[in-house]
């Protein structure tokens, strides 16, 4: 099973600023088959990032997500007030389908 | 366009089973399999186990083996996850979602609320 670990676990930032979240898997993601998405509360997920590097369909270009094998970024440029979420990593290359525990990135 | 439509809130009594429906449109059911994907209150997304509509076959995760089990009805292209012996620890929002294979289209989830 690949586990995902995420950090840091809350990440504390003002609108306008840049977040960097982290996702580190325990063994290499084949075919960078990693995704990032969005969550808040009361809400699906969201998908931003497939492929590692890959937006989907309708995300704007402040996100941006890098990496490959076991160390992935995913990078919001300049934070709007509605990015302010939870959000997870997950690798779908290799069942279980595992999901990182999550980032929170609140107001500070 | 894309949707994945679940069925409504369910209350379950402690040892009772639920069932879940995910219902497809807007693409070919049977091209693409659908998982489905747990959260426990205040809590992370947990992966239950996959499902593909066109061979029926299934895949589950360890944690959930012999108590869940995904079906599908191609003629309603409708997903089915029951799960079976509940507990309350098994309280939680039930997703299921599209594999392109990323998880790309979730449903809107259903709450399942186990207690006595």
């Known amino acids: 099973e690949i586990v995902l670990t995420q950090s840091p676990g809350t990440l504390s930032l003002s609108p306008g600023e840049r977040a960097t979240l982290s996702c580190r898997a325990s063994?290499?993601?084949?075919?960078?088959?990693l995704a990032w998405c969005q969550q808040k509360p009361g809400q699906a997920p969201r998908l931003l990032i497939y492929?590692?590097?890959t937006r989907a369909a309708g995300i704007p270009d402040r996100f941006s997500g890098s990496g490959s094998g076991t160390d992935f970024t995913l990078t919001i440029s300049s934070l709007e007030p509605e990015d302010f979420a939870f959000y997870y990593c997950?690798?779908?290359?290799?069942?279980?389908?595992?999901f990182g525990q999550g980032t929170k990135l609140e107001i500070k | 366009q894309v949707r994945l439509v679940q069925s409504g809130a369910e209350v379950k009594r402690p040892g009772a089973s639920v069932k879940v429906s995910c219902k497809a449109s807007g693409y070919t059911f049977t091209n693409y399999y659908i998982h489905w994907v747990r959260q426990a209150p205040g809590q992370g997304l947990e992966w239950m186990g996959i499902?593909?509509?066109?061979?029926?076959?299934?895949d589950y995760a360890q944690k959930f083996q012999g108590r869940v089990t995904l079906t599908r009805d191609t003629s309603t292209s409708t997903v089915y996850m029951e799960l079976s012996s509940l507990r309350s620890e098994d309280t939680a929002v039930y997703y299921c979602a599209r594999a392109y294979p990323h998880f790309d289209y979730w449903g809107q989830g259903t709450l399942v609320t186990v207690s006595s």
């Open positions: 063994q290499s993601v084949r075919s960078n088959y």
């Open positions: 492929g590692a590097s």
């Open positions: 499902i593909n509509p066109s061979g029926a076959t299934t």
């Open positions: 997950q690798q779908y290359t290799s069942s279980p389908y595992t």
